[in-house]
């Protein structure tokens, strides 16, 4: 970080190239960067109260008048020293005191670099913050950044659906401990579907203050990572699931939120402590647990390219504790504008093809405004997007359409990507209903798409509350929240199939810090842009030689690595077989060698096949370094097109995109006749480079190698029999 002569000196040489003069000696390519900057100047109020912060404080003063005392969160720079942070928390405080503010909550969190307030401030103060004046907390030194209070908050209506189906008969095995963790809004503990699967921890009491007819959104996603989609008729986990709520329903239709007096940041962060470690209380709650579910995002922080507090977070515990998170990408909702017809006439006219081609071409024009929520662009944890796909039956709704012509895509309210430098987000995608939006005119300049809510149109079937206590009720869920709820039941049936015991659990001797990275590279494994992900490579700008990745850096913003296919990363088949591996390795030039066994079939023949690599891991970050990241892993097989026959397959994230994130998955395909070298295998090597600052630890990973030909070829057997695997009784 530049001291601060370093910045004066930068300041200077900003001054000398607006008046026009010629750059000192040596500092010419000062100039050279000035040329696309539009302002230079040292942080200050404009920068610690955005616009958006200022639009909030106007709307709360409208909305509560000349006595307003609005709330907003404040986050403190982080000194490097305990000294200098004592004595920023004195100066802030002094401030807020002069303002005639008080502190509601507050939280530090060394390891993440956060001291954050919570802060309720009088209108009169709220005016002089609106109007830029030069109060204390406007030039503060110690505040970084002004914010709305963090809050997720979701409507409680719901449409039941009249027709019943059987609960499950089957209940999870009391003697299995918990797996996977829910921190959500309160749900209906004992709904049918629900009742002797949850294991439900409440410290905060949240049970007491959650009106039980609109515990909505914690009941949906007990449900559909317990059971699934209903409508698909799926078997039930085997494990209870632990439950910590982290939201209320306070009744009177109100939308289901956070407590107003604490930062949801800190008590996200001691939930988890509480499960893995234990608190005041008593011992850890739940310290098996190793995939969490938070199906929430901060409507109040889009994200906007640094690495937001909540990011950070996540991605601490991840790597301290080995915790898979599974996080929602976040849900759009205002309309999508569609330049490409003049009016509503014109769009109802057009071929479904060219109506799809119109809104995947609008989502990218408004990329920028229709950004993931955070906490989903966290380095470590998977983010999870909505795909157009359900169980519904179909139905017919009046002036309702589908945007997708034949093969479904995201949603259109799905969040978009990129995450933090650039990294590949949304991860994945699940089923988040078939969406369908209503077309109203744009007055003259296009038409806009208004997401319809699922009603009984669509959607995914699950638990839901009742107004008069009917505890088998149900309704449809959907977007970004239900799709991570079924990406948090994938990993889960994963982790299930690797451990069976009737399978030989392939775990038992495994230590369960891994479990967290094999089941991630697992679960992105069989993912894939599918026919829309080719279309959009072959139509999308720009087009050219060497334009392909900043073609495919856009492309992978709507689809991530894709729709992954679950089932098939948890069994192989008769022509495709799937390797598993996990390891720890240090940063430097050595690699973890593996050798994958080829399937003689497949040598000297011209005859399709395919290889797919996904390697996982939780990376420490360095909040102090630009890279953020400190450990960067990639897989590279040795000359897979000489050796194997096949080559990168066009439709996926870019070479160059890949390799940014902490999971990086690649897929091969070709049809090459070649002569097989080194009896028989395809060497694949692991490297760890240190990358934001020294990197002085091993690390933890896990490997998916699948190997596939047509369905004429034994892939299974013959790669079986090379690794000298004996048959299953």
Do not use: C, W
């Given at each position: 970080m530049p001291d601060v002569q370093a910045l004066r000196h930068l300041l200077s040489l900003w001054r000398l190239f607006e008046n026009g003069q010629a750059a000192p000696r040596g500092f010419a390519p000062w100039f050279e960067v000035f040329e696309h900057l539009h302002a230079l100047r040292a942080w200050g109020p404009e920068d610690r109260i955005p616009s958006e912060t200022i639009q909030y404080l106007e709307e709360e003063l409208a909305a509560q008048g000349d006595d307003a005392v609005v709330r907003v969160e404040i986050e403190l720079w982080y000194a490097a020293t305990d000294a200098k942070r004592r004595a920023a928390k004195a100066s802030f405080e002094r401030a807020v005191a002069e303002a005639e503010g008080i502190i509601v909550d507050q939280s530090e969190i060394g390891a993440i670099g956060y001291i954050g307030r919570l802060v309720d401030l009088p209108a009169t103060e709220v005016r002089r913050l609106i109007d830029r004046e030069e109060v204390n907390l406007a030039i503060c030194d110690d505040v970084m950044m002004v914010r709305p209070q963090s809050t997720v908050e979701f409507p409680v209506a719901v449409d039941a659906l009249d027709e019943a189906l059987p609960a499950p008969p089957t209940n999870p095995d009391p003697q299995l401990?918990?797996?996977?963790?829910?921190l959500d809004a309160m749900p209906v503990q004992?709904?049918?579907l629900l009742a002797r699967r949850l294991l439900l921890d409440d410290p905060d009491d949240f049970d007491a203050l959650s009106i039980v007819a609109e515990r909505k959104h914690g009941t949906e996603m007990a449900s559909l990572i317990l059971h699934g989609d209903r409508h698909l008729n799926e078997e039930p986990l085997p494990r209870p699931i632990y439950f910590r709520p982290v939201l209320y329903a306070p009744g009177?239709?109100?939308?289901?939120?956070?407590l107003r007096d604490r930062l949801l940041l800190d008590l996200v962060y001691?939930?988890?402590?509480?499960?893995?470690?234990?608190?005041?209380?008593?011992a850890a709650t739940a310290p098996s647990v190793f995939i969490v579910n938070l199906s929430l995002g901060d409507r109040n922080r889009p994200f906007s390219g640094p690495m937001s507090p909540w990011g950070r977070l996540l991605d601490y515990l991840s790597e301290r504790f080995g915790i898979l998170f599974m996080v929602s990408a976040g849900n759009v909702t205002e309309p999508l504008t569609v330049r490409d017809f003049a009016g509503l006439i014109e769009f109802e006219n057009a071929s479904a093809e060219a109506r799809e081609a119109a809104i995947l071409r609008a989502l990218?024009?408004?990329?920028?405004?229709r950004t993931l929520l955070s906490p989903a662009e966290a380095l470590n944890a998977i983010t999870v997007g909505a795909w157009h796909e359900d169980g519904a039956p179909p139905a017919n709704g009046a002036a309702v359409f589908s945007p997708f012509a034949t093969e479904p895509g995201p949603n259109i309210t799905s969040a978009l990507g990129l995450g933090h430098r650039k990294v590949v987000k949304p991860d994945l995608f699940m089923p988040g209903g078939r969406?369908?939006?209503?077309?109203?005119?744009?007055?003259?300049?296009?038409?806009?798409?208004?997401?319809?809510?699922?009603?009984?149109?669509y959607g995914l079937r699950c638990a839901s509350?009742?107004?008069?206590?009917?505890?088998?009720?149900?309704?449809?869920?959907?977007?970004?929240?239900?799709?991570?709820?079924?990406?948090?039941?994938?990993?889960?049936?994963?982790?299930?199939?690797?451990?069976?015991?009737?399978n030989g659990n392939l775990l038992e001797d495994v230590d369960p810090s891994f479990y967290g990275v094999i089941v991630k590279a697992l679960l992105v494994h069989r993912a894939g842009w599918g026919g829309i992900g080719d279309l959009l490579d072959q139509t999308w700008q720009p087009q050219g030689q060497g334009t392909h990745v900043v073609r495919r850096d856009g492309i992978a913003r709507l689809l991530g690595y894709g729709r992954p296919a679950v089932q098939e990363a948890m069994e192989c088949a008769t022509n495709r077989a799937t390797m598993v591996g996990y390891g720890e390795i240090p940063a430097g030039e050595q690699a973890a060698l593996y050798r994958i066994p080829l399937p003689p079939s497949l040598e000297r023949v011209r005859e399709p096949r395919a290889l797919t690599v996904s390697l996982a891991w939780?990376?420490?970050?360095?909040?102090?370094?630009?890279?953020?990241r400190r450990a960067k892993l990639e897989i590279a097989p040795e000359n897979p097109e000489t050796r194997f026959g096949v080559k990168r397959v066009p439709g996926q994230p870019s070479d160059k995109a890949v390799p940014r994130g902490s999971l990086f998955h690649v897929r091969y395909s070709g049809e090459r006749a070649v002569a097989f070298v080194d009896g028989n295998t395809l060497a694949l090597r692991v490297f760890c480079r240190e990358q934001g600052g020294a990197l002085d630890q091993s690390i933890r990973y896990g490997l998916a190698v699948t190997v596939e030909a047509g369905e004429a070829i034994r892939v299974y057997e013959e790669v079986r029999q090379a690794l000298g695997i004996r048959p299953r009784a």
């Open positions: 401990p918990p797996i996977a963790a829910i004992n709904h049918a009177g239709g109100g939308n289901e939120r956070p001691r939930a988890v402590l509480r499960m893995k470690e234990g608190d005041a209380e008593g990218a024009e408004q990329q920028a405004t969406e369908l939006a209503r077309v109203v005119s744009n007055g003259g300049n296009g038409v806009s798409l208004r997401p319809v809510p699922p009603g009984r149109l509350p009742d107004a008069g206590g009917d505890l088998a009720r149900e309704g449809y869920s959907s977007g970004t929240s239900a799709a991570t709820a079924l990406a948090t039941r994938a990993a889960h049936r994963i982790f299930d199939a690797l451990s069976d015991p009737d939780f990376s420490p970050v360095n909040i102090r370094h630009q890279a953020y």
